[in-house]
């Protein structure tokens, strides 16, 4: 392995799944150049090496809600993929031992360092962490079921009483228009660029379904800000309900 691997694109390969932090399969096994079979049949052979908080298998629910975020659009049509903790990936380094795979896991674990490092060196991050947890694995099936439900309902023919097309109107355009925020002043200019490359309708779907801690429920972000943070948009704001603190994370695809 001549060149390291950049720390930038093995951070874009680790996902937080259950509240976890972790690797796919197939992702090492292009990172340490071997083949994700020849990589399982290893951990395979040696599985006592591998409990649960160190690696678990995806279900069928979650290969299919991450092949939403994954760039890798086949990993939906897999039987098994399995997950792999920091200390998961530094146990690899006993079952693969070849130079590259040496190379690259040093690489991911100063990754894992940096990130966690960026976590404690930032306060409101900190705070936050709980909060994210809860509402990473749920944000991408919301915003899906959402559009989903939104196609659905534009696709189905209009009736023709005044009283019922004012009234959709009403919901569906001006209340939209009323609540889509202003990013002027409020977001850093590189956040405000990522924000406004995002369609209307799914902005508005995005800051009507945060998770207010403090509710226990879905809400809406009011007083919104926005700022890049370890290469994510992080929008932040006031829950519409109660007025408590609420966040929204949006990956940078």
Known sequence: ???????????????????????????????????????????SRNIERFPEDFMFSLTREEIMRISQIVT??????????RCFTE???????SVLRSKRAIQANIQIMRTFTKLREALLDNKDLRKELEELKQLTEERFRIVFETLDQLL?????????????????????GKSVKKKKPSTDGSFTPKAKKIWEAIPGIIQFKILNNVWCVHCRKESSIGNLTGKIESGMLVLRGSCTKCGGDVAR????E
């Open 87 to 93: 200390q998961g990936v530094a146990m690899l380094s």
């Open 249 to 252: 994370v949006i990956e940078n």
């Open 1 to 43: 392995m001549t060149t390291l691997v950049p720390i930038e694109l093995i951070a874009s390969k680790i996902y937080l799944i259950r509240g976890i932090k972790v690797m796919l399969d197939r992702d090492l096994a292009e990172l340490y150049d071997v083949e994700t079979r020849v990589l399982n049949q290893s951990v």
């Open 152 to 172: 659905t309902i534009e696709s189905k023919p209009k009736k023709k009483i005044g009283y019922t097309v004012k009234e959709k109107q009403k919901i569906y």
């Open 72 to 81: 890798s659009s086949e990993i939906k049509f897999s039987k098994s993929v």
